[in-house]
């Protein structure tokens, strides 16, 4: 049980990496856009975030708390990446705004995942 706990939090890591890394290559290239790889990134760590908040296989409390924050700040980059994404795909623009929240909230939680 604990192997399976621990491919999950690879698959975490690894949805975390696909969103803030699709993220910085876009900021790096400076193109103000969403893309499809951000999206897929966002549910992956979503998808495994969720099967991790569950008290499965674990001998210690859950910080619901945390995890609670956690999914709210997941929820608002879903909701920017979707408003965003169809904004773009309509007129071809993307708020600069929208885009840099997207960076900056994702980083922020994974530094709520590692400091708290």
């Known amino acids: 049980m604990e192997i399976l706990r621990h491919v999950v939090v690879l698959l975490h890591l ?18 103000i856009r969403f893309t499809r790889v951000m999206d897929w990134g966002l549910a992956l760590a979503g998808l495994a975030g969720l099967i ?5 296989g674990i001998e210690y ?21 979707g408003i965003g ?3 773009q795909r309509r007129t071809g623009s993307l ?8 960076g ?5 939680n994974a ?4 400091l708290w």
């Open 14 to 31: 690894v949805g975390f990496a696909i969103l803030f890394g699709a993220w910085v290559a876009e900021a790096v290239s400076r193109r």
């Open 61 to 81: 409390e859950l910080n619901y708390v945390k995890l609670g924050i956690k999914l709210g700040i997941l929820v608002v980059i879903g909701a920017l990446l």
């Open 52 to 56: 991790l908040a569950a008290p499965w």
């Open 95 to 102: 708020p600069s705004a929208m885009f840099w929240l997207v």
């Open 85 to 87: 994404s169809a904004r």
């Open 111 to 114: 530094a709520i995942a590692v």
């Open 104 to 108: 900056i909230l994702t980083l922020t």
